[in-house]
């Protein structure tokens, strides 16, 4: 019995186990139900009396190394498996979900870089404005329909009347207030509106106010700038064109048409058969406005535009509804990331 546990122990040392199906085999050879060991405990009611405190130490010995074998091996083997972590580094990295822009950020993003080629500066204002910058500066009569309750969201009525800004026409009040000319800056920013909200119309949404102000600016100046912008948001064959209109803070106004990219000018239901888009509002910059914010309207002109960020990644991406840039719904989002 001694002998037959002292080969034991030698071949349980020097078993080599590169695998899982040899630490299998191992354990099934040596400390399985009916394996070398079990035998050897099954055996040990026939050692003599006198030697079985000695035997019995022995054969403990021999099982407890046995396993202390297997279960280190055990260990290093899963160590070393792929699946349980070992660091492979030829694999490639894992990937996980990365976000993608806002398609109002991406068109208000390459507003702003088209008018920064043309020595254009980006200026901001607060979204909560007072009457004078929304309203009364820009040449608002004082019985103008669009200071009306039902276009406004009022924060504050009477004296200190405080509101949403309706429009970023506010910014260039609040610049030529704090700068004197050249000025060339686009302002683009939220609006607000108190409007039901539908696939066309929502209570908020973007704009992007531009103001050009210095000697001898003429119209002429404004319509090639603006045919510059068109062609290089929209592509080189692009026109415009420019329709008689009103606005209380322009004299002349015009509201400004862009040649439809869908069909290429030749009729379809998104330009309603026209061949035209309309895009934005512009004018030369009223005397009034020029002197209420402090400008020499006698030394100075201007022009200036707005329009809807929302109108244009419309046309742009081909989205329809309003709706859909403030739901936040992943499936529309996801269909930006590659668009950067
Ligand atoms: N503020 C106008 C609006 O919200 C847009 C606009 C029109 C801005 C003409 C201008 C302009 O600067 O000259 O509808």
């Given at each position: 019995m001694?002998?037959?546990?002292?080969?034991?122990?030698?071949?349980?040392?020097?078993?080599?186990?590169?695998?899982?199906t040899?630490?299998?085999?191992?354990?099934?050879k040596?400390?399985?139900?009916?394996?070398?060991?079990?035998?050897?405990?099954?055996?040990?009611k026939?050692?003599?009396?006198?030697?079985?405190?000695?035997?019995?130490?022995?054969?403990?010995?021999?099982?407890?190394a046995?396993e202390?074998?297997?279960?280190?091996?055990?260990?290093?083997?899963?160590?070393?498996?792929?699946?349980?972590?070992?660091l492979d580094?030829s694999?490639?990295?894992?990937s996980?979900?990365?976000g993608?822009?806002?398609?109002?950020?991406?068109?208000?993003?390459?507003?702003?870089?088209?008018f920064?080629?043309i020595?254009?500066t980006?200026?901001?204002?607060?979204?909560?404005?007072?009457?004078?910058?929304?309203?009364?500066?820009?040449?608002?009569?004082?019985?103008?329909?669009?200071?009306?309750?039902?276009?406004?969201?009022?924060?504050?009525?009477?004296?200190?009347?405080?509101?949403?800004?309706?429009h970023?026409?506010?910014?260039?009040?609040?610049?030529m207030?704090?700068?004197?000319?050249?000025?060339?800056?686009?302002?683009?920013?939220?609006?607000?509106?108190n409007?039901?909200?539908?696939?066309?119309?929502?209570?908020?949404?973007?704009?992007?106010?531009?103001?050009?102000i210095?000697?001898?600016?003429s119209?002429?100046d404004?319509?090639?700038?603006l045919?510059?912008?068109?062609?290089?948001?929209?592509?080189?064959?692009?026109q415009?064109?420019?329709?008689?209109?009103?606005?209380?803070?322009?004299e002349?106004s015009?509201e400004?048409d862009?040649?439809c990219?869908?069909?290429?000018?030749a009729?379809?239901?998104?330009?309603?058969?026209t061949?035209?888009?309309?895009?934005l509002?512009c004018?030369?910059?009223?005397?009034?406005?020029?002197?209420a914010?402090?400008?020499?309207s006698?030394v100075?002109?201007?022009?200036?535009?707005?329009?809807?960020?929302?109108?244009?990644?419309?046309?742009?991406?081909?989205?329809?509804?309003?709706r859909?840039?403030?739901?936040?719904?992943?499936?529309?989002?996801?269909?930006?990331?590659?668009a950067l």
């Amino acid at each position: 019995m001694k002998e037959l546990i002292e080969q034991l122990k030698t071949q349980v040392e020097n078993a080599e186990i590169k695998n899982t199906t040899d630490l299998e085999q191992f354990r099934i050879k040596y400390l399985g139900s009916k394996g070398e060991i079990k035998n050897l405990f099954n055996d040990f009611k026939n050692v003599p009396n006198d030697q079985k405190k000695e035997i019995g130490q022995q054969l403990n010995q021999l099982r407890m190394a046995t396993e202390d074998k297997f279960t280190l091996l055990k260990e290093q083997l899963e160590s070393s498996d792929e699946s349980a972590g070992s660091l492979d580094f030829s694999r490639s990295g894992e990937s996980f979900p990365l976000g993608s822009h806002h398609p109002i950020s991406l068109v208000r993003a390459e507003i702003i870089e088209i008018f920064s080629r043309i020595g254009y500066t980006v200026s901001e204002g607060p979204e909560i404005e007072d009457d004078w910058h929304n309203f009364s500066a820009l040449n608002f009569p004082p019985e103008h329909p669009a200071r009306d309750m039902q276009d406004t969201f009022f924060i504050e009525k009477g004296e200190n009347e405080m509101a949403l800004r309706t429009h970023t026409s506010s910014v260039q009040v609040r610049v030529m207030e704090n700068q004197q000319p050249p000025i060339r800056t686009i302002s683009p920013g939220r609006v607000y509106r108190n409007e039901a909200i539908s696939a066309r119309a929502h209570c908020f949404f973007h704009q992007v106010e531009g103001l050009y102000i210095d000697k001898n600016v003429s119209f002429a100046d404004l319509k090639q700038t603006l045919l510059y912008f068109a062609q290089e948001l929209f592509g080189e064959k692009a026109q415009i064109r420019l329709r008689p209109s009103y606005f209380p803070f322009t004299e002349p106004s015009a509201e400004v048409d862009v040649s439809c990219s869908i069909c290429n000018s030749a009729g379809c239901n998104v330009c309603k058969y026209t061949g035209w888009l309309e895009i934005l509002g512009c004018g030369m910059v009223d005397p009034n406005v020029l002197e209420a914010s402090g400008i020499d309207s006698t030394v100075y002109s201007g022009f200036a535009f707005g329009m809807g960020i929302e109108r244009i990644t419309q046309l742009k991406y081909k989205v329809n509804d309003l709706r859909l840039y403030s739901e936040n719904d992943i499936r529309f989002l996801n269909q930006f990331k590659s668009a950067l």
